[in-house]
């Protein structure tokens, strides 16, 4: 007799939510995502270290793809890094206020000694966080894009343990050279006019539900919307940071006890 194999549907099978409980202080917090910092895009990096540097909030929350790519916490030893600047920018915004970052599909191997040396403080995907308003639930949004089907292959075998450790076991300038090779890649899509797939909707719902969080906030679309889901509930994307670029566009979304908003990175 042959042994059936039952595969659950991502869509309706409820994740493991982690719980961050807000500071009873916090009266500002800002979300920001998807800035893809590299040394090549020198404008976005400088509005970051501006904006690091004269935000009002008492939180920040980067919810992935702070970084373009990142190959490794031991880029942090090669000396005047890109890597090392960043977070001794960080490390120096994080004497002033709590930073939460989360992995995106670009920064996923960024791991504890970037978190030790930056200052900041690591959150799991998704994590709900508990704080003045409604409960909000905070995802980098690539586990949610299940359209995406290649990708989505990809984002199961890259989040093993076997095969990170496999990549970091190479060179470090090899690791370079393959970060480069997969933003050619990219470039090469975008370029092209391929589609991106968006969160989807069962499975958003399944999330929240599971959370007990009216809000949704994510980026990784690079579709900044506010999306009204049903009473009181809403599925808030991020924008990404693309200052180098003709489009010109960066936007901390800024969230009070009252609601939200969405302001540039100059006015926070």
């Known amino acids: 007799m042959t042994e059936s194999i039952v595969h659950s549907d991502p869509r309706t ?3 493991q939510v982690a719980q ?4 009873p202080d916090w009266r500002v917090i800002d979300f920001i995502s998807d800035l893809h910092l590299q040394p090549t895009e020198p404008q976005t990096v400088q509005a970051w270290r501006n904006y690091l540097q004269r935000s009002t909030a008492d939180a920040i929350f980067m919810l992935g793809d702070l970084f373009e790519v990142w190959v490794g916490d031991d880029a942090l030893d090669e000396a005047g890094s890109f890597e090392a600047e960043c977070a001794g920018l960080l490390r120096e915004a994080a004497q002033k206020r709590p930073l939460f970052f989360m992995v995106g ?6 791991g504890n000694e970037f978190l030790r040396r930056s200052g900041m403080t690591g959150l799991t995907e998704p994590t709900v966080l508990h704080w003045a308003g409604p409960n909000i639930l905070l995802s980098h949004g690539d586990a949610l894009c299940l359209g995406d089907v290649e990708y989505q292959q990809f984002r199961a075998l890259s989040r093993s ?9 190479q060179p470090l300038a090899v690791r370079r050279a393959i970060g480069k090779s997969a933003r050619s890649e990219s470039e090469q899509r975008k ?14 719902t399944t999330w929240m539900q599971t959370a007990q969080a009216p809000w949704l906030i994510h980026g990784h679309t690079h579709q900044p919307a506010d999306h009204a889901l049903g009473k009181d509930q809403w599925r808030i994307v991020l924008s990404d940071w693309h200052i180098d670029a003709s489009t010109h566009r960066a936007e901390v979304l800024r969230v009070t006890p009252e609601g939200w908003l969405r302001i540039a990175p100059e006015q926070a």
């Open 20 to 23: 961050l409980q807000g500071a």
């Open 13 to 15: 099978t409820a994740p």
């Open 161 to 169: 343990a076997a095969w990170q450790q496999q990549l970091l076991a």
């Open 191 to 204: 370029q092209s006019g391929a589609p991106y797939a968006d969160a989807d909707a069962q499975m958003t």
């Open 105 to 110: 599909n670009r920064d996923f191997l960024a």
